[in-house]
């Protein structure tokens, strides 16, 4: 069992950074990571993903803004979210996956407005 637990979730203007954390009950060395978004009315859906081994992918929506990196030391992953658009306004849910298991965050929310 894996317990997630994000933070760094706010209100920041069109333009801004945030940066979200997960921290990870225990090793997530052989997790694939992923950070997850879901706005009112709409599904959730993903928005970047880290492999293993640091191999990233990224939702077009995001890519060249959002950068997703790893600790496996600390446990932890962060999401580095620049230019952030008012449609960047979500939950936001840390992720882990490993053969067959699948862990969630209680999300944190994200909120993008003048």
């Known amino acids: 069992q894996v317990q997630l637990v994000e933070s760094g979730g706010g209100l920041v203007q069109p333009g801004g950074s945030l940066t979200l954390s997960c921290a990870a009950s225990?090793?997530?060395?052989?997790?694939?990571m992923a950070w997850y978004r879901q706005a009112p009315g709409k599904q959730r859906e993903l928005v970047a993903l880290i492999s293993s081994t640091g191999g990233t992918n990224y939702a077009d929506s995001v890519k060249g803004r959002f950068t997703f990196s790893r600790d496996n030391a600390k446990n932890t992953v962060n999401l580095q979210m620049n230019s952030l658009k008012p449609e960047d306004t979500a939950v936001y849910y840390c992720?882990?996956?490993?053969?067959?298991?699948?862990?969630w965050g209680q999300g944190t929310q994200v909120t993008v407005s003048s």
């Open positions: 225990t090793s997530i060395v052989f997790y694939v």
């Open positions: 992720n882990a996956k490993n053969n067959g298991a699948n862990y």
